[in-house]
C-alpha cells in the first residue's frame, strides 16, 4: 500500500486528531490485509461473511478500513493460539451485548491462553480491578492474568480510547508497525513505509546504504525487506555502470 506517494522522506506522527477519520476509510486491500495478519484471503473474505462473527460489514470487493482490519488480525492472532471460531464468536458477541462496543476486538485490550479470550477489567472500571481479568466466553467469569500467552502481544493501545493504535504486524518482536498516525497506516519501520526499503532494493542499492540514509539498523532494514517478501539471499545483478569520468 502506498499512501504517502513516492519519495522517501521519513513521515511523522500526525499530531492532530485528523488520523481518527481515517479509521473507518476502506485503505486496504483484502490480500494485504491477509497477507498482514499472516492468513489467507480466502480466510479474511470468510470471517466477514460469517453472519454469527459479527465483524464490521464490508462490501463485496471492497477494501478494509484500520478498524476492520485489527479486527481481523486478532481473530488471526485467537485462530493461531488455538481458538475455535465457535470461542471467537461467543467472545465478541458477549462484548457487544454486555458493554456495546461497536467493535470490540479492536477497541478492548486482550489477551488469550489459546482456548478462551480475555480483555482486562481496568479499562471499564476505573482500574479498581487491575491484574483480573474477564474471561468473555463464559459469561464473564473472572481469570488470572499471570495464566495468559502472549498470542495477542503485538498489539499497543491508546490510554484514552483503548483503541488499538499500534500493531507490531511483522511479529511481537519486530520492528514493523501498522499505525494509523503514522505513513497513512502503511507498515513502517521506524516511520519509513516498508515499501520505500523494497524500491530502494530493486533499485539495486546496497542495504547498508539504505540504512545509512534513514538512519536505521542494517538489521531492522532486513527485517523491512524480508516483510516486502524479499529474497536476501538471492543474487542481484551488478548496477549498470555509470559513466566514466575522463
Keep these: 500500500m502506498r499512501a504517502n506517494g513516492e519519495g522517501a522522506t521519513i513521515p511523522t506522527v500526525t499530531h492532530s486528531e485528523a488520523w481518527r477519520e481515517r479509521l473507518n476509510t476502506p485503505n486496504y486491500q483484502i490480500g494485504e490485509a491477509a497477507r498482514y495478519a499472516r492468513t489467507s484471503a480466502s480466510n479474511v473474505a470468510r470471517w466477514h461473511k460469517d453472519p454469527d462473527l459479527k465483524l464490521p460489514v464490508k462490501e463485496i470487493g471492497a477494501e478494509l478500513s484500520y478498524i476492520q482490519l485489527i479486527e481481523v488480525a486478532v481473530v488471526a492472532r485467537c ?40 480483555f482486562d477489567l481496568a479499562q471499564t472500571n476505573e482500574g479498581q480491578f487491575i491484574g483480573n481479568l474477564v474471561n ?25 480510547s483503548d483503541l488499538a493504535v499500534r500493531w507490531r504486524v ?48 542494517v538489521e531492522d532494514v532486513r527485517q523491512a525487506l524480508e516483510f516486502e517478501h524479499i529474497d536476501l539471499t538471492s543474487v542481484r545483478e551488478n548496477r549498470e555502470p555509470t559513466d566514466l569520468l575522463l
Design 79 to 118: 485462530r493461531d493460539a488455538g481458538m475455535t471460531m465457535r470461542r471467537i464468536r461467543e467472545a465478541r458477541d458477549y462484548l457487544e451485548r454486555t458493554l456495546g462496543v461497536a467493535n470490540p476486538f479492536a477497541t478492548l485490550r486482550f489477551k488469550t491462553d489459546g482456548k478462551e479470550l480475555f
Design 136 to 160: 468473555t466466553n463464559f459469561g464473564g467469569q473472572l481469570a488470572w492474568n499471570d495464566i495468559l500467552g502472549e498470542a495477542l502481544e503485538e498489539f499497543d493501545y491508546d490510554g484514552d
Design 170 to 217: 511483522g511479529g511481537a518482536g519486530s520492528p514493523i508497525l501498522i499505525d494509523p498516525r503514522v505513513a497513512f497506516g502503511a507498515p513502517n519501520l521506524r516511520g519509513v513505509p516498508t515499501w520505500v526499503f523494497k524500491e530502494r532494493w530493486v533499485g539495486k542499492e546496497p542495504i547498508e546504504d539504505t540504512a545509512s540514509d534513514f538512519g536505521l539498523d
